[in-house]
């Protein structure tokens, strides 16, 4: 004999609401720490002028630093491999202008040491324009 109280058992069932408040709490928070293009809140209208004078890009300075740990500016070797050497023959080439960027070419198999050594020259001398030269990984 089955006993029974004759009620259909209660399916479970998914609350929404509190997902939906969840989400939405995300989607507040996500645009209040968004950051924002400061430069589009100015409204400004640049200056004019009637010549045309176009602003010439200055050859990079290239260092090379070699597997032996030799360095090159431009074509001519540095004799003496410390950093005073490499700092005077550096100022003799660029000169006084040091808004010129610096491009250092250092071999893989290059000593660290040479290639921190030349940062470091450069550095002292005032120069902020330096980037490394690397090539991209050959793919299959």
């Known amino acids: 004999m089955k006993l029974g109280s004759g009620r259909v058992p209660d399916e479970p069932e998914i609350n929404l609401v509190s997902l939906i408040d969840v989400v939405f709490c995300l989607i507040i928070f996500l645009v209040v720490t968004t950051t924002f293009d400061h430069r589009s809140a100015l409204k400004i209208v ?20 070699d597997a032996d740990g030799r360095f090159f500016i431009g074509s001519n070797e540095v004799l ?61």
Do not use: C, H, N, Y
């Open 46 to 65: 640049l200056p004019t002028t009637q010549s045309s004078a176009e602003v010439e890009a200055a050859e990079p300075l290239t260092i090379l630093v």
């Open 80 to 140: 003496k491999r410390d950093a005073t050497s490499l700092r005077e023959a550096i100022a003799r080439v660029a000169g006084s202008d040091r808004e010129r960027p610096v491009v250092v070419r250092a071999d893989a198999r290059a000593d660290t040491q040479a290639l921190i050594t030349a940062m470091d020259a450069l550095g002292q001398l005032g120069f902020t324009r330096i980037s490394i030269a690397t090539t991209p990984e050959a793919r299959p």
